[in-house]
Nanobody, 123 residues
Framework: QVQLVESGGGLVQVGGSLRLSCAAS????????RGWFRQAPGKERVFVAS????????VYANSVKGRFTITRDSDKNTVYLQMNSLRPDDTAVYYC????????????????WGQGTQVTVSA
């Protein structure tokens, strides 16, 4: 059984940084995408970033380009989301996802989800 566990969320001031981690256990086929999505209160879950596990190709939402970076550590079966220059509109629950197919920016493309971690950016 696949499990995804996020960590690294918290409260940060505008302009600050956080690094989220998503550790996976269980067998996830390597030829798939890993992704990050976020959901603000009262809003839909939206795409943030994705990574092709094999090719390391990445895709980012326009709102986070140049500020967020998705990477992976294959030895730890872990995906990271480095978030810099954080803004109040980045406040959301962040979810990691695995077992994704194309298109990698759609939540329906993913088979496995973590429980989410809260990120709050204060002005």
């Amino acid at each position: 059984q696949v499990q995804l566990v996020e960590s690294g969320g918290g409260l940060v001031q505008v302009g600050g940084s956080l690094r989220l981690s998503c550790a996976a256990s269980g067998r996830i086929p390597t030829g798939y995408f890993r992704g990050w999505f976020r959901q603000a209160p009262g809003k839909e879950r939206v795409f943030v970033a994705s990574l092709n596990w094999n090719t390391l190709d990445t895709v980012y939402a326009n709102s986070v380009k140049g500020r967020f970076t998705i990477t992976r550590d294959s030895d730890k079966n872990t995906v990271y989301l480095q978030m810099n220059s954080l803004r109040p509109d980045d406040t959301a629950v962040y979810y990691c996802a695995a077992g994704g197919r194309l298109p990698s920016d759609r939540h329906r493309s993913y088979a496995y989800w973590g429980q989410g971690t809260q990120v709050t950016v204060s002005a």
